[in-house]
């Protein structure tokens, strides 16, 4: 089993849509990250969150250390949205590493 | 602009030669990170540095080496010895050593070797 799992792995989504992405975790963490990667390969961090909500544009983050659960909520969705969404904590027995979940891709059609 | 930059975008090499892969950072980061790619997976670590002229191995380090001799600069080799290198290569940065900082990414380098 991964230490990291995300689903869907594959989701598609009409204009404004409002989307959720799930990521499961089975380590300790100090934080979770949420990070976005456009069809051209790079990779932009969205979030880096230990406790509760955290918000940036349309775009929501929400995490439950006790269930070992994060969410990332797009509202409103748009075609440029369109992109590989990675989930990735670093467990508390790594020092500075990451591990990643498989990434969902996300498309969302005009 | 401060920024992680990583040269070339594309590289091609035969098999049985040695390559690097270039990563520059400004952002006066201490901790640096190379990762690998593949279609499928998730992102792998390959080689980390939290400090200069400190650098330790990541997940799938076998065939590859790095140096960290500049605090801006983390080049990887990747060398004949790595069997599966064709393969999309990231570098990143964090400005502390712990887990808990942010990490930046490059734009990525997408090695083809035939």
């Known amino acids: 089993k991964n230490e990291v799992e995300q689903s869907p792995q594959n989701l598609t989504a009409q204009e404004g849509e409002f989307i959720t992405i799930n990521c499961s975790y089975s380590v300790g963490i100090s934080a979770l990250h949420w990070l976005q990667q456009h069809p051209g390969g790079g990779i932009v961090s969205l979030f880096m969150?230990?406790?509760g909500k955290k918000k940036h544009g349309r775009l929501i983050a929400t995490i439950n250390i006790q269930e070992k659960h994060s969410s990332l909520h797009i509202t409103a969705s748009h075609p440029r949205d369109s992109a590989v969404y990675i989930c990735a904590v670093p467990p508390e027995t790594s020092g500075s590493r990451l591990t990643f979940g498989e990434g969902t891709q996300l498309t969302v059609n005009p | 602009d401060g920024g992680i930059t990583q040269s070339p975008k594309y590289l091609f090499r035969k098999e049985g030669q040695n390559v690097t892969l270039s990563c520059e950072q400004n952002?006066?980061?201490?901790?640096m990170y190379w990762y690998r790619q593949d279609p499928g997976q998730g992102l792998r670590l390959i080689y980390y540095?939290?400090?200069?002229?400190?650098?330790q191995k990541g997940d799938i380090a076998e065939g590859y080496s790095v140096s960290r001799e500049k605090k801006e600069s983390f080049p990887l080799t990747v060398t004949s010895a790595q069997k599966n290198p064709t393969a999309f290569y990231l570098c990143?940065?964090?400005?502390?050593?712990?887990?808990?900082?942010?990490?930046?990414f490059g734009p990525g380098t997408r090695l083809t070797v035939t």
């Open positions: 540095s939290q400090i200069v002229n400190d650098f």
């Open positions: 990143a940065s964090s400005l502390g050593r712990g887990a808990s900082y942010e990490q930046y």
């Open positions: 969150l230990s406790s």
């Open positions: 952002l006066n980061h201490d901790a």
